[in-house]
């Protein structure tokens, strides 16, 4: 089992960067894939971006894609999501979530965090 705590998220302006961090309990945090998604006020909760449990796969969904990156420390249990060139339409909720052995896909998720708030000020 692992516990997930985002953090890093908070106010920006339209066009600026922001780095969201997702950290991970446990000592088998490389087997794990992770993804993170967002849900924005009244839409239903949509996949973001995802990095396989060897690193060596990532997936983004096209709205965020050439934006946004995902990367993991396996040294520290920690999987990140830098934003660039960030929008209004980025504002949302953001939640890690991992699955064991996973595909970098948007379904099978196992584990979430309880979420970090990103705000883009127009």
């Known amino acids: 089992q692992v516990q997930l705590v985002e953090s890093g998220g908070g106010l920006v302006q339209v066009g600026g960067s922001l780095r969201v961090s997702c950290a991970a309990s446990?000592?088998?945090?490389?087997?794990?894939?992770m993804g993170w998604f967002r849900q924005a006020p009244g839409k239903e909760r949509e996949f973001v971006a995802a990095?396989?449990?060897?690193?060596?796969?990532?997936r983004y969904a096209d709205s965020v894609k050439g934006r946004f990156t995902i990367s993991r420390d396996n040294a520290k249990n920690t999987a990140y999501l830098q934003m660039n060139s960030l929008k209004p339409e980025d504002t949302a909720v953001y939640y890690c979530?991992?699955?064991?052995?996973?595909?970098?896909?948007?379904?099978?998720?196992?584990?979430w965090g309880q979420g970090t708030q990103v705000t883009v000020s127009s």
């Open positions: 979530a991992a699955k064991l052995f996973g595909g970098t896909n948007g379904i099978g998720y196992n584990y």
């Open positions: 446990g000592r088998t945090f490389s087997s794990y894939t």
């Open positions: 990095i396989s449990w060897g690193a060596g796969t990532t």
